[in-house]
């Protein structure tokens, strides 16, 4: 009796060592969270610099042109 119990225990433990699946999905989670968190850093630096360059090449236009508006 005691041998079955321990034989049913271990293959239980051999199984949930096994099965993965919660902790792949955590982990492309954990992925997606931070891949979203970089972009949006990206994007918001990007962004800024791009509407300086923007601005300054409007500002050239403006006064190459006589600086009507």
Known sequence: MMLKGWTYV?????ALRSDEKGVTAL???VIAAVTIVVG???FSTIGG????????????????TGGGG
């Open 10 to 14: 271990a293959a239980r433990l051999s």
């Open 27 to 29: 982990e492309y989670g």
């Open 40 to 42: 949006l850093a990206a």
């Open 49 to 64: 610099l791009l509407d300086g360059t923007f601005s300054s090449i409007s500002r050239s236009l403006q006064s190459s």
